[in-house]
């Protein structure tokens, strides 16, 4: 057995599958425990902004609460505590003003970059929660509403409220730091009869401060009427907004604390680090091999035990046929069904090698007695030893005549089972097809009749289902005694066309009843061949059939007769009436 080679091997191309998903594991790993990291990373770094943002809008909220920042130590340091933070509030000149621990000041001394500036008229945007401007809307200064005022715009809101509703509007009432509620509409729609202009006309606590507000605009050259809402009446322009903000600015300095520095310098417990030393890496890579050696071990080991049986099948099926033995099967996965599956092919090939032989014997058989006759004669004539007559050519004649027809009949048999033999279908009538065979067979000492109530006409292979029935009845008078009788039934139903030969012969056992198609078979091995036949004119008929889409079938009774019956499939054009 020659050896396979290396890269074929199925050990060496399971071996580097394993080697392959080994590799492909380990970089799944290490991509996973990357992103992993990344995403820690990155959530704690949102919660490091989150804090900060926390305790931003903390103090920006204090500051514009208050007009200094005496007593937001406490705060600080609630703060500090809450966010596990080390807080440091100082002046723009970096002088401390309140810390949450007491290094707070050395932590302002090393860091160059405060965390944000803390002024409720100037909010940083990228730390700030407040949208929609850059003035902290809890600056509220001198537009502080008194708690009549407060009531008396809460009941005209409540009354715009229950109008909308009226006109199916949803709307809520949203308050304000200064204390002056505003409808917001929840829902869409126009309504025309609920207006409420005391929402948008200054009370008397706003009257005087929103004049200073227009007073101070006329400072930069904008003349406008100021809301309560902080908007200018009919004006878009950019320049008047500006203007409006530095007046606000102005206006509301002196109720704000003023801006201070914030430094969120560090953790009190500081978060864990990754240690990307060198002999972190090298476990990293000493586990790795390790996966490596046991995935190549476990694979040649499973490699051995699926190999070892392939190979014991291989050297079984380059044994001869007759040394052949069967392979045990010692699995049931798909090793042991295919074990299986060769003991059933081999045994299939010795029953064929033996088919073989018996089918050469029996060709050689058949072969030599006609050739022997004929060159027995030939030699004899050649000799002088007997006159070569009519009488002996007409057996010599006869002799070839039978030699040609067994010739005939192997290779009628071998296009057919090769299933390169074609049938030509063409309209025939059936009935006159059956009867000039009976006209064909007919000898004495055996009746021939045929059943048939009509002629029908069909699409059939008229040479070729002249053949089949020539050689059922042929084999019928072969095997039914003299004064016995051969009967031909002829049936159309559903399409199908159905011929049925019976005699009064002897009949065939039980037991040789499935051997009666196959080649050189005889129920008498008595039989020579002149009185038995060849052995090929049932296999033909039925291989005849089956290329019509059709078969032939035996029944038997022994001592009563056989039937064999022709079933095909049929196209019919006259009809069964046709030729009555």
Sequence with gaps: ?????????????????????????????????????????????????SADTDIYDALIEYAATHDSWDGAGGTI??????????IALTTPGRTLIAGSAPDAADAVAVSEVP??????????????????GRIDPRAVGPYRLTAGEQRTLREAAEKQINCLAAYGIQAEIIGTPSGRPAVRQISAGVPAGCP????????ASERRPLRDLSARMAECGATATVTPQFTVAGASDNGIRMCLDEARRAQLRPYVAPPALLFVTGRVVPAPSVDLSPGNRLRIAGTAAAVLVVACAVTVVAGLRLVRPLRALTDAAR?????????????????GYLATAFNDLAERRRAVEHQRRDMVNDIAHELRTPLTTIRTWLETARDGAVRVDAEVLDLLVE???????????????????????????????????????????????????????ADPEVAVDPVRLRQ????LVSNAVRHTPPGGTVTVRLTLHDSRLRIAVTDTGTGISPADLPKVFDRFWRADTSRTRATGGSGLGLPIARQLARAHGGDVTATSTPGTGSTFTVDLPVQEFGGSAARE
Aim: charged share 20%; with cysteine.
């Design 319 to 335: 044994r001869p046929v007759e040394s052949q033995r069967a392979v045990p099967v010692t699995t049931r996965d798909e090793i």
């Design 468 to 471: 089949i029935v020539g050689n």
């Design 399 to 453: 002799e070839s005549i039978q030699l040609h027809h067994v010739i005939d009949d192997l290779r009628d048999l071998a296009a057919a089972e090769a299933g390169s033999l074609r049938v030509h279908p063409s309209p025939t009538y059936v009935k006159d097809l059956i009867e000039q065979v009976l006209d064909a067979h007919r000898t004495a000492g055996v009746a021939l009749a045929l059943d048939a109530a």
């Design 196 to 203: 409420a202009p005391e929402l948008t006309t200054p009370v």
């Design 115 to 132: 965390t944000a500036t803390v002024d409720p008229l100037f909010l940083d945007p990228g730390i700030a929660r407040v949208s929609g």
């Design 1 to 49: 057995m020659s050896a396979v080679p290396l890269h074929r091997s199925l050990l060496v191309r399971l071996l580097a599958a394993s080697v392959l998903i080994a590799l492909c594991a380990i970089a799944a790993t290490a991509w996973l425990s990357v992103q992993l990291t990344k995403r820690a990373v990155t959530h704690e770094q949102s919660r490091t902004l």
């Design 77 to 86: 340091t609630r703060l500090g505590d809450l966010t596990r933070s080390r």
